[in-house]
C-alpha cells in the first residue's frame, strides 16, 4: 500500500489534504481513485490506515490509527565527508534504508569537492526528495534529517552518546574491537554518532581533533573500504546489533 508522509499531527483529525507533490504522485503515478486506501504517516511518525474521498482535491479521510514502528531504538547521526560524483545521494537513498536519523554532510582537508553552505543550500531541496522517497519504500516512520554542509570544527553540535570515527590506520594496526564495544554499551535511545571520511580519508590532525572531543577511532575490518561502503557496513552493523542479535 501506496505511504504518504504527512507534515503535521493527525492525531484526533479525521481527514486532511495531500501536498501537491503527493497528490501528483497519487493522480498520475499510482492513478489511484476514490475509495482507494492508502496509509499516512505524521509528523510524529504515527501510521494511519486512510482512504481516497477525492482524488481531485487530494482529500483524504483517516480510517484508523496502526501501531507500526520500523524505526531503530537509537538514534543515528552519519557524518559524511562528501565524496566525488553522485556517490553522496547513493548515500543518501541506502543510509536512510537502513535507519540513519540525521545526515550531517562534512568538508575535511582530502575532499575533492568544493562546496560552501551557500552552495550547498541550493541542493538540500533535491537531497530532501531522496530521504522522502527512500523512506517511503523502505516503510519508515521517519524521514531522516539532513543539514547543511559543516566543518570540522562545528563537528562538537553532532556528537551524541558514543561517537565514532571509521580510521583505516586503526585496520593497519590489527584493531579491531572498537566499533564492537561500543555497540555493546549501546542501550534504547542512546544516540550514536559515525563519522566517514571522503576517498582520502582524514589528515591525522583531523584525527586528533576529533579524539580530543572524546570520538573514538575505530577499524572496520581487515579490509579497506569505500568511502561510500564504509558508512552502510557501519548502519548495517548497528542495525543487526539493535534488531536481529538479541
Do not use: W
Not at 534504508?97 to 568538508?107: A, D, K, Q
Amino acid at each position: 500500500m501506496q505511504r504518504y508522509f504527512i507534515n503535521e499531527d493527525l492525531e484526533n483529525k479525521k481527514d486532511l489534504i495531500l501536498s501537491a507533490d503527493d497528490l501528483h504522485h497519487l493522480k498520475n503515478v499510482m492513478r489511484s481513485r476514490n475509495g482507494d486506501e492508502i496509509t499516512c504517516i505524521d509528523i510524529n511518525g504515527q501510521v494511519y490506515s486512510c482512504m481516497i474521498d477525492d482524488v481531485e482535491q487530494g482529500s483524504i479521510k483517516i480510517i484508523k490509527e496502526i501501531d507500526e514502528n520500523n524505526e531503530l531504538d537509537v538514534e543515528i547521526t552519519l557524518i559524511y565527508a562528501l565524496p566525488k560524483g553522485d556517490k553522496f545521494e547513493m548515500v543518501l537513498q541506502k543510509a536512510t534504508e537502513l535507519g540513519v536519523s540525521r545526515i550531517v554532510p562534512l568538508l575535511t582537508q582530502r575532499c575533492v569537492v568544493k562546496t560552501d553552505k551557500i552552495k550547498f543550500e541550493k541542493k538540500l531541496v533535491r537531497y530532501q526528495k531522496i530521504l522522502k522517497e527512500a523512506a517511503q519504500q523502505s516503510r519508515r516512520n521517519k524521514i531522516p534529517q539532513i543539514v547543511n554542509v559543516i566543518k570540522l570544527a562545528e563537528i562538537r553540535e553532532y556528537l551524541g552518546t558514543y561517537n565514532l570515527v571509521a580510521y583505516e590506520e586503526k585496520a593497519k594496526r590489527g584493531e579491531h574491537l572498537t566499533l564492537k564495544q561500543c555497540l555493546d554499551k549501546l542501550e534504547s535511545n542512546d544516540k550514536i554518532t559515525i563519522i566517514v571520511g571522503s576517498e582520502g580519508g582524514f589528515e591525522e590532525k583531523e584525527i586528533e581533533m576529533m579524539e580530543a572531543l572524546k570520538i573514538r577511532s575505530c577499524s572496520l575490518g581487515k579490509r579497506i573500504l569505500r568511502s561510500e561502503t564504509a558508512p552502510l557496513y557501519m548502519l548495517s552493523v548497528i542495525g543487526y546489533a539493535r534488531e536481529i542479535d538479541k
